[in-house]
DNA sequence: AATGAATGAGCCTTCATTCAT
DNA sequence: GATGAATGAAGGCTCATTCAT
């Protein structure tokens, strides 16, 4: 109860803090963050931080929060009938725009990936809430494509190599974008999503077919 | 002149300093950090940080330098006769024991990796002898793999897709042994290789294919 | 005019204030107690004190007159006829009873000696209207103890020495129960009435005794 | 080791600081004094308070040790063979004296009736050091004035009375000097201490007569 | 009359840095 | 070259108070 605030204008200073926290965290991680620049860019009080959020921490928490809630789970439901490879290309599409999508504030991807660096008590909402529904439909999805026969290990080495590619692009983009500026260019992102696909599905096939030949031998 | 001090004890002190700073900078990052808890760590005096490298940057500036300087660009020499295949594996096996060598103190992966996630002034040399060099090695070897008429942008795809694999394990380990305890386990890790090689070669091939087909549709 | 409200409500909510403020002044002291703790005790609004009484410190000061008007000045009424020795008790036993009247806030004693220690503005009015008549009650009857002769001198002395002991039970009750818990249980006090009645009397015979002793000799 | 600073200077800064900290503390308490006001008084810097004693805390804690400290336990060593009365009377003038010596600082009594009325944890130090061993010299000393056969509550008793007289003068000089200005003029100390002997000499005499005339009258 | 929100002043504390020895 | 002491700048936080509704 202390700490809900239902009013209007409360919530929008909530807002603009957030918005403001986020973007400076981001930039600047938590603790080179000071709460006078926080509150100097959502202009508001300096006190406003410990009236809403009690602490620079509850602050950063809630930043976290909001950051996980603003990347809902929806992940591409392709009808089932698809084939494997649709299934696949709209996953990684899916991934590639959602943690960039313009719609979003800019901070976000890179406060999450600041967070999975250096985790904080804020790090399992991110784990369960954003990380594992994921990592759970990639693993079904990728299951379907290596087929019946294959075991636990390679559901999980095939969804590796997969999300390897797709966070590889997601967290570190600024890096890539020094040793790549065509390929990370914005412009080009269908392409790159063109690229993981096929890569990866010729990757998945080798691993499927490896694995009957296996089998075959092993029962013939 | 002023900051080179010759000594013998002075040279002592400096090493002390370094591998504690790494340690403590690697846990909580530059601003985190104290200078108090290093020296404490260090078993040396407050001052003597100032004294022997003027700044707190100037201490992380000389414990990523020595960080990098503890990554010889050693990269795997095979015998250029040997097939791409080998030379690939060769190179996954390198970056994924080189990174965890245990020789070399446990605070360097992890203090390169925040770098290269907030980069400071120091990431430029990171940049310069840590990571084109090989950078440059991958796309030469994957340019063999991948054959003559490889454009550039496929070359650098395909440096993607398989650098990204290695970066994913080198810098996500925390994460990925929460969501694949097995996968990421030490004794498990020549299997990974291998993988990371198999599903790479697949789509290394399956590009080359590829471009094969487009390439003689495109001048029949 | 501004700080007198009339309306039932927002009696009620004085009272409140003045009961929560009084608890807490009595536990912390004036510096120590914050004003969101004394309305939170109250279950009213935090802005609630400012606008009933302006300020922390008319608060403070309002709850001082309340303490002391809870003190009214009832002093025990002996038939003048009584022996003085009868009076003496009347006055000790009053005293004790008075100040820990469990009829009156359990605050009460604490908080008044609280700020004869610390005195603040408010003192003025403790001492006018609650240190001063018992002062001249109690110079009064060790007057008529004392006999005609006595001087101003012998009788300051005098009543210092018996409201020494009154004070010292009310204001150093803490210490004392440490280095006397039996002496100062409940169900002692009267036993310790009796004492002080009968040490301070013996005191006070001797006091004119001797002055007798010495007038005889100065005035021969 | 951490805190134990043995440089003459250090010892100095800590000196000033407990000087200036003992006066401001007792003038305002503890949560009133700022550590500004004291650093100021002392003429060294705000930051010296965190380095020598880590704390607000600590410097009280520290200021209230030194205090206790500075209340040698030398109690009056009267020869044995003197009369009670002259060993009473020493042990008043002594504690009159003591406790308001020139030589200490003036701070000295004001901060410990503070201390005793809002007791901290630096209370039981007090209790310890300063308070038993005064309680038990004046129990020991009473005895004898009462008797052999006085029993424990009475010994408890007369020491209750006397050194309530003591007490009282000590702790609440503030407000007996607004009501009896000529009785506590520092140059009548000695006459007060006179009146504070016969006084209490007189109520001892008469409990231990009262007590004889019980036991008389019980085994006759 | 009452309340939730907002504010600004001020306090304690931390910390990197400098100084004197 | 090394150390203990000192310093000033700045940060987070608390709190009494005010404002708008």
Redesign the pocket.
């Known amino acids: 109860m202390a700490n809900v ?3 209007a ?2 919530q ?2 909530r807002r603009k803090l957030i918005d403001a926290a986020g973007k400076i965290f981001a930039e600047k991680g938590f603790h080179a ?4 620049e926080i509150t100097d860019q959502a202009g ?9 959020f ?4 509850e602050l950063y928490a809630a930043v976290i929060r909001h950051a996980v809630s603003l990347t809902p789970c929806t992940l591409p439901e392709e009808p089932s009938e698809s084939t494997p490879e649709a299934r696949l290309r709209a996953l990684v599409v899916h991934a590639l725009h959602d943690f960039h999508d313009p719609g979003r504030p800019a901070w976000r991807a890179t406060l999450l990936s600041h967070e999975l660096n250096q985790p904080t008590a804020a790090m399992d909402a991110i784990l369960d809430e954003l990380i594992w529904p994921r990592v759970r439909f990639a693993r079904g999805l990728i299951r379907d494509i290596l087929g019946p026969k294959a075991t636990d290990e390679e559901v999980a080495q095939g969804t590796f190599s997969v999300t390897a590619q797709v966070v590889h692009y997601l967290y570190n983009a600024g890096l890539l974008r020094r040793l790549n500026p065509d390929l990370l260019a914005a412009e080009n992102v269908a392409r790159l999503a063109d690229h993981i696909t096929q890569f990866s599905l010729a990757g998945l096939y080798a691993m499927r077919d490896r694995g009957r030949k296996k089998g075959s031998r092993r029962r013939p």
Do not use: G, M, Q, R
Not at 33 to 36: E, N
């Open positions: 605030k239902n009013n204008s409360s929008e200073t963050a000071t709460i006078k508001v009080n300096l006190a406003s931080i410990n009236y809403h009690t602490d620079k921490a």
